[in-house]
């Protein structure tokens, strides 16, 4: 049997005995795992729950992701002439988009190496920079201390794009934490939805880049005027490195700055591995060269292109105008119309200083205000030589004894002006004849410390015409040295409008002197009284509705017109306060003579009134504007002088309509207007615009036919208006056209108190009309400033430059009208016989020419009713 065990010792009995348990050596590691599981799992929730909270806090009301062929961000509206040269340019954000194909590799590359190397692999979200700027955000908030940070890939600016465009520029640049997330999230959204290389397109067509360029095509276009494709490697890595920062890096303000700036983006280049190093050293020794962006709008046209603005916007609205991408071909002939701008500064300069001298700039009395102003033009001029032509501010610092010249300072030249150059500078006085009180010394205007504008001219330009020539004056003149002759910036104003009467094309228009100083569009917007330009309209009445001819006789004598009521009498007279009796129509409208104008007025009125001459004149009123005029004439005899106002641009179209033979048709200013897509949205295309494509030709060819226009008057009436209108340039008061060397034919016109100077003429293919006035009417024009003499000139400058090289055609009735061409006597208005000296050919409507010879009695049908209006 066992033995029983033994009892424990005393001293073993009281020890604890320690037993080890053998633990496999992976246990504690499962206990780490399970925890940092548990944590990783937690973590992990807790960062889903967190990112499932943002969009529900922040990404509540995110813009939907842009299809990339639906991309329509704002782009720039570009208005053209009619030969395709830029007029101008509108928009909120300059942007041009082109296909990414088109962007070039290298320039994608550049803008990778200086924005976002590791684009191509993250998925749109720099975390540890977007973390960064959060928390510098945060700091800045609690602290007021740091500054707040960016921290965004391509993506994120390409989604802060899109917030843009959806929210507001203020919302989605705000400087918050807020912002930052709904970009990172939107990102995000971008990068699964998206190729990165729509994402870049989108990048690259929408980037700032300063200098007014939203976008790679359009920062090419401004800084380098050229196309994207185009740019070298050194313009491309320059315009890489401007996002960051456009004003800090300008190559205008700061082209060492920018110059840097490419040198770290080529570097990143090379190191990269997108360029190699032939190439990079190649772009880092190109010169930073770029252009000051083209303010097109004001350097071209501005009055033409701002009334084309103003038509788009009632058509289309502003902000189709800033944002749509409109394509607006003109009508406007770019030739043309700088001949007009020439016209209308030339013109006026000579004009306005037959009005007389208005003083100095100013006077600077000190020597101390001498010398200051001198050091400013030093400055200024920068050692550059006056230039002849060009516009000088001048110090007078010597008169010679004799007044005979003095000494005018430009900087570092002393140039003479003689008294031979500017003998216009009379005392501004407009009833004093102008060649009568030309004055013979410089101190008769001038004196030392007087500030002037002058302009360097060889000694032969000294003079403006004929009347400033002084030959003892020209004997005093220098050989040597710099000539300037005395100028002065005109008070008065301008405007010419030309239409090509055929293809209905405003061709070219100048509504004043400058429109940087005063954009109030004359051509457009000044209603002014018309003079004698209205009496083509009067006799034109005459000869349609009441079978007047160009031979019928109108008893040129004094008329008074009593008004009991207002008591007022007007007594009209002619411009040379005479009286010639019995004259033919074509004479009285050939010689501008306002008797026979009003008297045949009264007779139209009675006519059309039935005796009522309210009503009478009513139809004439009505009568106008079914020829083109929209303004309401006056309901009273001084109607037929032109007393009631007109706009310019209203009037050469009444022209143009007797031009055409009666036939009244819409003027065009806006040819064609192409939406974004190239699609045309207004089409009024003449089908022999050789500007035009064939497919635009035809189309409106086609259009055309079913746009016959208006006959308002017949075309035999027109055709006698426009014979009687030949007569003014062969042998009246519009005889300076005659230097044109082209047929041409027109009418003066100026108002009685010499406030409105007009003429308005044509040749077969060209209707022009010319004003000259002031704004407000602060003092008449000088003595004989009539519109032959003011106007014409402007006129005749513009249509020299604008037919040159064009010839244009005799007004010869073209075949079908019904008319009778005789030689008529002048004084009786009967068929002369040969002999008879006064003579002249005029054209009749059949059935209503003169059946008597001259001197064979009978008096004229109708003469009755002029003896004693």
């Given amino acids: 049997m066992p033995s029983a065990p033994t009892e424990p010792n005393s001293a073993a009995s009281s020890q604890t005995k320690l037993v080890l348990v053998d633990v496999p050596k992976s246990a504690w590691w499962k206990r780490i795992f399970k925890f940092f599981a548990v944590m990783g799992l937690t973590g992990l929730t807790l960062a889903f729950l967190g990112y499932q909270a943002m969009w529900v806090i922040f990404g509540s009301g995110l813009p939907e992701i842009p299809k990339v062929d639906e991309y329509r961000p704002p782009v720039l509206t570009e208005v053209y002439t009619q030969d395709a040269v830029l007029a101008g340019e509108f928009f909120n954000e300059r942007r041009k988009v082109v296909p990414y194909e088109r962007i070039p590799k290298r320039l994608v590359q550049a803008f990778i190496a200086a924005e976002d190397s590791s684009f191509f692999d993250h998925f749109g979200v720099d975390v540890l920079g977007t973390g960064r700027a959060v928390f510098k955000t945060v700091m800045k908030k609690v602290t007021g201390k740091g500054s707040v940070q960016g921290g965004s890939t391509l993506t994120q600016q390409t989604a802060k794009a899109v917030l843009i465009s959806s929210e507001g520029y203020k919302s989605a640049t705000a400087k918050n934490v807020k912002r930052k997330i709904r970009e990172a999230l939107l990102a995000r959204r971008l990068e699964n939805a998206l190729t990165k290389e729509e994402i870049l397109y989108l990048y690259l067509n929408n980037v700032y880049l300063g200098h007014h360029s939203y976008g790679v095509q359009s920062a090419a276009e401004n800084y380098y005027r050229k196309d994207v494709k185009d740019l070298t490697l050194g313009e491309m890595a320059l315009l890489a490195g401007l996002p960051q920062a456009p004003s800090a890096y300008s190559p205008f303000t700061r082209p060492e700055a920018a110059k840097t700036r490419r040198k770290y983006v080529l570097g990143q280049m090379l190191e990269k591995g997108m360029i190699s190093r032939a190439e990079h050293d190649q772009a880092m020794t190109e010169e930073v060269h770029v252009f000051p962006v083209e303010d097109v709008f004001h350097e071209f046209a501005p009055y033409f292109t701002e009334e084309v603005r103003r038509g788009i916007v009632d058509r289309y609205g502003n902000k189709t105008l800033l944002e749509g991408g409109l394509k607006v071909f003109t009508t406007m002939d770019s030739e043309r119309q700088r001949a007009a701008q020439e016209a209308v500064l030339g013109g006026l300069l000579m004009v306005d200083k037959r009005q007389g001298f208005r003083g100095p700039v100013q006077h600077l009395e000190t020597p101390a205000d001498r010398k200051a102003f001198i050091e400013k033009q030093k400055k200024a001029l920068a050692g550059e030589v006056p230039s002849k032509g060009h516009f000088y501010v001048g110090l007078v610092t010597a008169i010679d004894k004799d007044g005979l010249s003095a000494d005018v300072t430009l900087g570092d030249t002393v140039a003479k002006l003689p008294a031979a150059g500017m003998r216009w500078a009379r005392e501004l006085k407009s009833e004093q004849y102008y060649p009568s009180v030309l004055i013979n010394k410089v101190s008769a205007a001038l004196k030392v410390g007087d500030v002037v504008v002058v302009r360097p001219v060889d000694k032969k330009d000294l003079y403006d015409d004929k009347e400033q020539y002084s030959e003892s004056l020209m004997k005093e003149v220098p050989e040597t040295g710099l000539l300037v002759r005395l100028e002065q910036e005109p008070e008065l104003q301008s405007a010419v409008v030309s239409i090509d009467p055929h293809r209905q094309y405003l061709v070219a228009m100048v509504g004043g002197y400058d429109f940087d100083a005063n954009e109030f569009n004359r051509a457009f917007q000044a209603c002014r009284q018309p003079g004698s330009s209205f009496k083509p309209i ?332």
């Fill in 538 to 869: 009067v006799y034109a009445g005459a000869i349609e509705k009441m079978g007047w001819t160009e031979a019928t006789i109108i008893v040129d004598s004094p008329i008074v017109m009593d008004d009991p009521e207002n008591q007022n009498r007007w007594k009209p007279e002619n411009f040379g306060e005479d009286f010639q009796g019995e004259v033919v129509l074509r004479t009285a409208l050939v010689n501008s003579m306002n008797i026979p104008a009003v008297k045949t007025f009264i007779a139209l009125a009675k006519d059309l009134g039935n005796k009522n001459e309210v009503i009478g004149i009513q139809k004439i009123g009505e009568f106008a504007k079914s020829l083109g005029l929209s303004t309401p004439i006056n309901p009273d005899y001084s109607a037929a002088l032109g007393s009631s106002c007109v706009y310019p641009y209203e009037l050469v179209q009444v022209y143009a309509t007797l031009n055409r033979l009666g036939n009244k048709r819409p003027t065009y200013y806006i040819r064609k207007v192409e939406d974004r897509f190239g699609r045309a949205v207004e089409d009024h295309t003449a089908f022999d615009d050789p500007w035009a494509s064939l497919q635009d030709r035809i189309a409106a060819g086609y259009a055309r036919l079913y746009e016959p226009g208006e006959q308002p008057i017949t075309k035999e009436s027109a055709y006698i208006v426009t014979d009687l209108m030949r007569g003014v340039v062969k042998e009246g008061t519009g005889a300076p056209a005659q230097k044109l060397g082209k047929p041409a034919a027109g009418k003066t016109g100026t108002t009685n108190d010499s406030f409105d100077a007009w003429f308005t003429g044509f040749t077969k293919d060209l209707v022009t009309s010319a004003w000259v006035g002031y704004d407000l009417n602060p003092h008449p024009l000088g003595r004989y400033e009539t519109g032959g003499r003011a106007a014409l000139p402007i006129w005749l400058m513009y249509m020299k430059q604008a037919l040159d090289g064009r010839e244009q055609p005799e007004f010869s009735p073209p075949p079908g009208l019904d008319l009778v061409h005789l030689r008529i006597d002048k004084k009786t208005g009967k068929v002369a016989v040969p002999g008879t000296k006064n003579v002249a050919d005029m054209w009749f409507k059949r059935g209503t020419e003169p059946k008597d010879e001259s001197g064979n009695g009978s008096v004229d049908v109708g003469n009755f009713l002029l003896q004693a209006p």
